[in-house]
């Protein structure tokens, strides 16, 4: 099989989808799919040139908005400028080629470059402009396989995926890295080509969004006819009884099941570009920002006694913190005396949830 990097996340949530479609469709022009191709083209001139893209010019080529690409080529650039000193370009937009197992494997980089200071090390950075967040690691450790396969020299990849698209108001751009070494690559690999051996499908609709087997899949079809079956299934005008409501509560549970899934699966195609309802309104992917604030930061401007008075604890993130290097098998219990120790000392209220939940009949 002929495999790209850019589609390894996909498979690896749905081993089917490997195999080439039996009808291929062209797919239609999309917003986001347009915006991300001319970021990719704006970043790669301003990084061969030095000089700023003409904006307007690629825009139009791409039929997008010139005030959002700019944004997001600057925030590019903001990147790129940390790392501009620090590594040697190897190659802008590089194709590369190697194997997976007894596939082929290709991709196409972003940015290839080796570190100044550790020649043996290359840096590969991949530009996001989407919106929704997915797990693109096997994306990233696909370029890290090709690299290692055609630089017998590297012996680490740094693989840096930049969310340009979630800039903060400083500038600052968020940015994931992944280190590979040449050994846990090929174990990847290795786990990778069993799951890719057994051929499943998935079970969620959100992966089949991308999928080029979309248009003719029976199990993408049977994930949308039961999402929609049991959403219209209810009948808000029966009247039912307590039992007959309690004897629903398995369907009810299904059903919210499944609107979460119909709800992903939305999303997803949504995420792509807003979507008409035909009666003059549309879906879009509405972004809300909620602000966390630090509270050690937030301590040294107004004392931590002040914080202190508006703060809870997460018990999970507190016990594993305070738990963290202890050996595996004493954890459980060190988290117990913890709590032992704060119940005691009057620092734990509880607090108590209803909920519905199934258990045997008592005879
Ligand atoms: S359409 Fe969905 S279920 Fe079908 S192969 Fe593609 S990802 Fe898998």
Not at 113 to 139: F, H, L
Not at 160 to 184: C, F, H, Q, Y
Not at 240 to 268: C, G, H, S, V
């Amino acid at each position: 099989m002929k495999l790209r990097c850019s589609s390894l996340p996909r498979i690896a949530a749905c081993p089917a989808s490997a195999e080439a479609p039996l009808v291929s469709v062209v797919d239609e022009w999309n917003e986001a799919g347009a915006v991300g191709t001319a970021v990719h083209e704006g970043l790669a001139h301003w990084i061969k040139t030095q000089k700023f893209p003409p904006l307007d010019a690629l825009c139009e080529k791409h039929g997008v908005k010139p005030a959002e690409v700019g944004w997001l080529i600057r925030n590019g650039r903001h990147v790129w400028g940390v790392y501009e000193p620090l590594v040697d370009l190897v190659g802008v937009e590089h194709h590369l080629t190697g194997a997976l197992g007894e596939h082929e494997l290709s991709g196409h980089l972003d940015e290839l470059g080796r570190r100044k200071d550790k020649p043996r090390t290359a840096v590969v950075i991949d530009w996001k402009t989407n919106r929704v967040e997915r797990d693109y690691s096997r994306q990233i450790l696909g370029y890290g396989s090709l690299v290692f396969q055609n630089a017998a020299q590297i012996n680490e990849v740094i693989g840096v995926i930049v969310w340009l698209r979630e800039a903060e108001k400083d500038g600052s751009v968020p940015t994931e890295t992944l280190t590979m070494t040449r050994d846990n690559v090929s174990l990847w690999t290795e786990k990778f080509l069993d799951h890719l051996e057994s051929g499943e499908y998935t079970n969620n609709p959100e992966t089949c969004a991308f999928c080029p087997k979309r248009h003719a899949c029976a199990t993408r079809s049977i994930l949308m006819r039961n999402a929609v079956a049991c959403v219209s299934k209810l009948d808000p005008k029966a009247v039912l009884t307590r039992d007959d409501l309690a004897r629903i509560y398995p369907q009810a549970q299904a059903a919210k099941r499944a609107l979460n899934e119909f709800d992903k699966m939305l999303k997803a195609q949504v995420a792509e570009a807003p979507v008409s309802l035909g009666n003059g309104q549309e879906l879009y992917i509405q972004e809300t920002k909620t602000d966390i604030i630090a509270p050690r930061d937030a301590a040294t401007i107004y004392g931590a006694d002040q914080v202190l008075e508006s703060c809870t604890l997460s018990k999970t993130k507190f016990l594993d913190a305070q738990t963290e290097g202890a050996p595996k098998r004493g954890r459980k219990l060190a988290k117990t005396e913890i709590i032992d120790t704060l119940r005691n000392a009057g620092a734990i209220e509880t607090r108590v949830d209803k909920k519905l939940a199934k258990r045997k009949e008592k005879t």
